[in-house]
């Protein structure tokens, strides 16, 4: 007993230098960029920058005359982004210390008081969303949706309750298209929702393989996903029918030529294919993570070539 008891204090003395040992190698800089999730504003920032654009280019709004537009879009939207991060990381920080991923959060490692951060995370959003008032009302009001989507629909009510929180989520994931568009044109065009639609479809199988690859993180953290609560044959399934959804959307794109339409439609071929051709290959993971890097490229071409299409 004495020597059970001893190894038991020996593994908690452990655990204690090692979390002393990473909080003593962070910094404020890196604990401010993994609470506001640097990653997903970044990748967000591309999505709502190619709605501003485009609705630039098809309202025939010149690009360097309206920068003080620009400017507010992005910085308003990176700051609601950001904001509602913060509120994510807060709320989850008993459950991120469970993932791998998750648990040198700042919220989790005790180097940031979540009261704090909290109040810095609402300041975010307010402060965003009256940059985005600069610009239209709209833009404004498709901003506090996207805000109440992250935070009350999918973070506090439907994450740790519904397999459907992954579809849930998608509508936060989608919105910044439609606010870059808004912020210029508030008449929301047919191709701004041809963006939505695209993010919003897209998020699903992305998210598939990323919850595929962590599902022993997630069933410990009793998070609901997909492939914990399915299992791997039924998500892989959802992963290539939400590919499926997203083969007719490029043609509500046909006003940025047909070279743009016929490339989204390899894009969408290659993804489906690749989830065919490794369908029956035994490792489920390795299936997974071509799923998720060949998800990561799709957007970024994607977006990217939405706007090169309109300089040629």
């Known amino acids: 007993m004495a020597d059970l008891r001893a190894l038991s204090e020996s593994a908690i003395d452990s655990s204690k230098r090692s979390l002393d040992s990473k909080v003593s190698k962070t910094t404020a800089w890196k604990d401010f960029m993994s609470l506001i999730k640097i990653g997903i504003v970044n990748s967000n920032m591309i999505t709502t920058f190619t709605g501003l654009w485009l609705a630039l280019h098809f309202n025939n709004e010149g690009f360097f005359s309206n920068w003080g537009i620009i400017l507010l879009t992005l910085i308003g939207s990176s700051f609601i982004i950001a904001g509602s991060c913060v509120i994510n990381n807060v709320y989850d920080r008993d459950i991120d210390p469970l993932m791998e991923r998750t648990k040198d959060r700042p919220t989790v490692t ?13 300041a975010l959003i307010i402060f965003g969303l009256l940059l985005l008032l600069m610009t239209t009302i709209s833009a404004a009001i498709i901003g ?37 568009w808004a912020a210029v044109d ?15 479809a897209w998020q699903p199988p992305h998210f598939y393989a990323l919850a595929m690859r962590r599902a022993n993180e997630y069933r410990a953290a009793g998070v609901p996903m997909l492939p914990v609560v399915k299992g791997f044959d039924t998500t892989k399934k959802h992963t290539l029918a939400w590919i499926i959804v997203l083969f007719p959307i490029p043609f ?3 006003s940025l030529g047909m070279p743009f339409v016929i490339l989204a439609t390899i894009l969408n ?44």
């Open 186 to 200: 508030p008449n929301l065009d047919i191709i701004a929702w041809a963006l939505f639609l695209i993010m919003f």
């Open 269 to 312: 071929i290659g993804w489906l294919f690749l989830g065919i051709y490794r369908y029956n290959k035994r490792d489920d993971i390795k299936w997974a993570t071509s799923m998720f890097v060949y998800s990561l490229q799709y957007m970024t071409i994607m977006f990217v070539s939405m706007v090169i299409v309109t300089l040629l």
């Open 252 to 254: 509500m794109l046909t």
């Open 110 to 122: 005790g180097t940031t008081n979540p009261i704090k951060a909290a109040s810095f995370g609402i």
């Open 144 to 180: 506090m949706i996207g805000v109440f989507s992250y935070v009350v629909l999918y973070t506090m009510w439907s994450k740790r309750r519904y397999v459907s929180n992954t579809i849930v989520g998608s509508i936060s994931g989608a919105v910044p298209p439609l606010i870059g």
